[in-house]
């Protein structure tokens, strides 16, 4: 199991705001080391969403935006799109025997 | 435009040692501040880290599977081989190798290959 815990899933209507949480310690999130975000489209490779936190890689829309606080994270979707149905993926760094660069459990996000 | 692509055998028996190759282009593992990784997803699972080499050499693995896995990279050829030894069923996944960089503290995946699905069976 991983260090970085999200909820299985959320949900929400076309235009609606959604958030996802990553939960973790004091050994990865806590420690000061940066929360990164990957969206994993159905059948298809994950592709980085967001770096360091709160970056944008050129081309992701500004609907996504990510923050972090303590010991979590967490990403945003605003005016959420039927397109933005995919399972979403934090990563950070542990300093814990639990595994060096993790990724977190994940989560479905549905556009109802 | 940086392109990574994964290739393999598709089934292995159990006990067998894996062995996948990374074919990249755009980019340079001798150029400072690069790195490669794998990483594999078993189907309807979560992601998981595997190995990483950057590109001095300096290897990284993930520390359930350090015993299994060997990381290299041939620069000239543009290629990075994951080998996995002793593979069992529950190794069935699809492996995703990933340029590794960083513009911030730390790093992070930004491109990814599409992936191969390795079925472990007998």
């Known amino acids: 199991q991983s260090v970085l815990t999200q909820p299985p899933s959320v949900s929400g209507a076309p235009g609606q705001r959604v958030t996802i949480s990553c939960t973790g310690s004091s050994s990865n999130i806590g420690a000061g080391y940066d929360v990164h975000w990957y969206q994993q489209l159905p059948g298809t490779a994950p592709k980085l969403l967001i770096y360091?936190?709160?970056n944008r890689p050129s081309g992701v829309p500004d609907r996504f935006s990510g923050s972090k606080s303590g010991t979590s994270a967490s990403l945003a979707i605003t005016g959420l799109q039927a397109e933005d149905e995919a399972d979403y993926y934090c990563?950070?760094?542990?300093?814990?025997?639990?595994?060096?660069?993790?990724f977190g459990t994940g989560t479905k996000v549905t556009v109802l | 435009q940086i392109t990574l692509k994964e290739s393999g055998p598709t089934l292995v028996k159990p006990t067998q040692t894996l062995t996948l190759t990374c074919t990249f282009s755009g980019f340079s593992l001798s150029t400072s501040g690069v790195g490669v990784g794998w990483i594999r997803q078993p189907p309807g699972k979560a992601l998981e880290w595997l190995a990483l080499i950057y590109w001095n050499d300096d290897k990284r693995y993930s520390p359930s599977l350090k015993s299994r896995l060997t990381i290299t990279k041939d620069t000239s050829k543009n290629q990075v081989v994951l080998t996995m030894t002793n593979m069992d069923p529950v190794d069935t996944a699809t492996y995703y190798c990933?340029?590794?960089?960083?513009?911030?503290?730390?790093?992070?995946?930004?491109?990814w290959g599409r992936g191969t699905l390795v079925t472990v069976s007998s």
């Open positions: 360091g936190n709160s």
């Open positions: 990563q950070s760094y542990d300093s814990s025997l639990s595994g060096l660069y993790v």
């Open positions: 990933a340029h590794w960089t960083t513009v911030t503290r730390d790093w992070y995946f930004d491109l």
